[in-house]
């Protein structure tokens, strides 16, 4: 019997090699593993306590009591161990990451800002210098001034192109920036000379198009006779080739409800030079602005007598795009710093 207990008491020797691993442990990874063999599924440890299922009675007791100091002693010295690799890593990550706030970067550079709000910023400087007034209005707009006013009565065909969003009581996110000259129009008397930024809104996703995007339009009234087609076509002319530079202007016959004469404007080509290529879909030329003059409809409908005038409007994000050859237009939106770096 004596034999037999003997045999089956496990001695200290053989937790020593362990416990002198651990004290040379280096990271918490190897800690881990030493803890696994000594106290895992398959470790010495636990391999002694299964023994406690043969063992004869008389012997248990004084068998389990020594497995249970042995991993008493273990799982204190595991546990010391533990805390020391974490203190020292914690110290390491804190020096990795410390930051000297008393060290400045010669080489950082001030950015223009947001590649879109540059734009338009670049767009109302042109025409502020040029004596146009800035006026802005509400996002939130009624029937009569996104539409009625602008020659857009209901069922007009015109509307479908505008997918708007409507609310219950309603009132709609304005589609363009337009409501803002009816409603300067009804507020003042010509001469009128001014532009009006914002954001508009229409229900389109994808390269192109987004729902939620950035106008500017211009609207020009005085009294019949002071203001006329080649007007327009000078201010735009003169326009794009501050905005891009040596390129060719064309206008092309084109239909607006809120004006007629209408016309689309194009540039050459920057990025081929008008000779052709993908990104003009090899015309040679790229759609820019749209522009007319005044219907009589929209003088009536706020009621102007003996005027004329003309309006023109531009997509900010489109300018923006040809600007800095951006081609996706859903890249100003999604904040990646790749692209907003370059600014």
């Not at 390491?92 to 879109?116: E, M």
């Not at 081929?272 to 759609?287: A, I, K, M, N, Y």
């Not at 749209?290 to 900010?316: L, P, R």
């Amino acid at each position: 019997m004596q034999k037999n207990s003997e045999k089956n008491t496990l001695k200290d020797p053989m937790l020593e090699p362990f416990l002198q691993q651990m004290t040379l442990a280096s990271t918490l990874e190897i800690l881990e593993q030493i803890r696994i063999e000594v106290l895992g599924k398959k470790g010495i440890l636990t391999e002694q306590f299964s023994k406690l299922k043969s063992m004869p009675p008389s012997e248990k007791k004084a068998f389990a009591q020594t497995l249970n100091t042995l991993r008493s002693t273990f799982e204190t010295q595991y546990e010391i161990k533990k805390q020391e690799l974490e203190q020292k890593e914690l110290e390491s990550k804190l020096l990795d990451q410390k930051l000297d706030v008393s060290l400045f970067n010669l080489t950082s550079r001030a950015s223009i800002g947001h590649p879109i709000n540059y734009t338009k910023d670049k767009i109302i400087d042109y025409f502020v210098s040029m004596d146009y007034d800035l006026c802005e209005g509400p996002l939130i707009e009624d029937d009569f001034h996104n539409f009625s006013a602008l020659n857009l009565p209901e069922y007009h065909p015109a509307r479908d192109m505008q997918d708007t969003f409507y609310f219950k009581d309603s009132k709609l996110l304005r589609t363009h920036t337009s409501p803002v000259q009816i409603r300067t129009m009804l507020l003042q008397s010509p001469p009128i000379k001014m532009i009006c930024p914002g954001a508009t809104f229409r229900r389109d996703y994808d390269l192109t198009h987004t729902p939620m995007f950035h106008q500017i339009e211009g609207l020009v009234v005085d009294e019949v006779g002071a203001v006329n087609f080649a007007h327009l076509k000078y201010i735009l002319e003169s326009f794009l080739h501050y905005m891009f530079g040596a390129v060719k202007v064309r206008f092309r016959s084109s239909f607006f409800p809120f004006t007629e004469p209408s016309a689309e404007v194009d540039i050459s080509c920057i990025f081929c030079h008008g000779d052709g290529c993908r990104v003009c879909s090899h015309t040679g030329w790229l759609e820019v602005l749209g522009c007319g003059m005044v219907h009589h409809n929209v003088f009536e409908a706020v009621g102007y007598k003996d005027v004329s005038g003309y309006a023109f409007g531009m997509g900010i994000e489109r300018l923006c795009m040809l600007s800095f050859g951006i081609g996706d237009l859903r890249s100003f939106f999604e904040t990646d710093l790749r692209l907003l770096e370059q600014f």
